[in-house]
């Protein structure tokens, strides 16, 4: 029974837990009897320490007990030796209570030997880490005896600790790791069968990773990144309670990509064809770059942050994007029916292949100054009106047709026709 450190204490305050059970409390200035220790002191101090003496002084506290009271400390015995390291003279201890109480077998199974950086027993693997990074490169796991899992175990003085596993053929069958670790990054790494135990607010990279876990548990992460790997299995509900998700050309993404309650998603050069549900959290940031059959129906007005680049709008519901959101559409083939950014902090619209085309809506505030400042040009953003009428003008013509109708939207866009009119509006 592995029990980490989790509450880090030092030998004299542990020592002052064990007097009264190893002397007897003093109450006005008088020593009282000694009191019974129990499993729940025990495992406290476990939890506090691993100091060769504090643990001596444990055992001995369990030994003075009568050995029908003995065997419930059957755990905590185990557990003074399961991926910690101790003195002889405490095995020879804790082996006298398990000779008493039947369980010596185990006790031999769970005492660790020390090769190199690691830890082991028959069942386990620890790494002890002592800097704030670890490394696990190329590292051939099968010169140890069969283990089923590795424990990452941090210095109790170490606050932050990143973890990286690259190059990696065959990783243990489950890994576990400390409170204090902050960032794992697995990279070019065959990941099947393989099971990690999830950390709390950790940054995870997945990068050319081969065979994710069906089970993989990533659910309040701080950050999720895939690159380059394949979802086939993946729960999309995994990503719901995640802070950012970035997914760099993956595929098979889960048909359920449940993004809901994230802040921030980035999807960067991935063909969505397989995503049947998606839908962002209001006030989301969202940047989708060369994004290619993008599910239809999926409402983005609600972002406080939407950047598009290299790609298709056609089948969005209409963008009527929220005040003061941050919207950035460049290289967009097609647009939606109807489009209003006039309540928008920061509107860019850059190098636009038919803006106007097969708009319906354009809902825009079309005062003259407005528009600029909604509508900034790349590099003229501290350019008075005047300057910026002349990039402003040829941008549009590019994106206007050579017709009537599409030339009074240019004028309206412009402010001298009907200045102050809200809604431009084509013929179909």
Known sequence: MFVGIENFKSAIAVENILI?????????????????????????????????????????????????????????????????????????????????????QELENAKILHEGEYFRSSAQLVRDIVTNEAQFIDEDFGKYPPFQKLICVCDPDILYVSVVFADMEKLPKEIEFSSQVVSVQFINCDMKNTKIS?????????????????????????????????????????????????????????????????????ILNMDLKSVKNLKFKDGADVCLLAVRNFPHGVDVSHCREFIWSEGSLEGFPPLLFDKDSHVSISNASHMPEEIDVSQCKEVKLLQMIGLLLNVLFLKINCRWKTVMRNFPISGTENLNSEKMSIPLIACCIKSLRKSAVNFFSLLVLLGFVAPYSPIVKAST
């Open 198 to 266: 999830p950390v709390p607010d950790c940054r995870y990279v997945f990068e050319n990773v081969r065979h994710l876990p069906k089970d993989l548990d990533i659910h309040n992460s701080t950050e999720v990144t895939f690159k380059d790997c394949d979802l086939n299995g993946i729960d999309g509900a995994q990503l719901k309670n995640v802070s950012k998700v970035t997914m760099f050309e993956v595929c098979n993404v889960p048909e359920n990509l449940d993004v809901s309650q994230c802040d921030n998603v980035d």
């Open 20 to 104: 009264p059970y190893k002397k007897g409390r003093m109450v006005d200035g008088e020593r009282q009897p000694k009191e019974k220790i129990t499993p729940q002191i025990c495992m406290q101090i476990l939890k506090s320490t691993n100091n060769p003496v504090n643990i001596k002084r444990m055992l001995e506290c369990i030994a003075e007990l009568p050995e029908v009271e003995q065997a419930q400390f059957k755990d905590v015995v185990l557990a003074s030796f399961d991926n910690r390291e101790q003195p002889q003279v405490i095995f020879d201890l804790a082996k006298k209570l398990a000779d008493a109480n039947g369980y010596t």
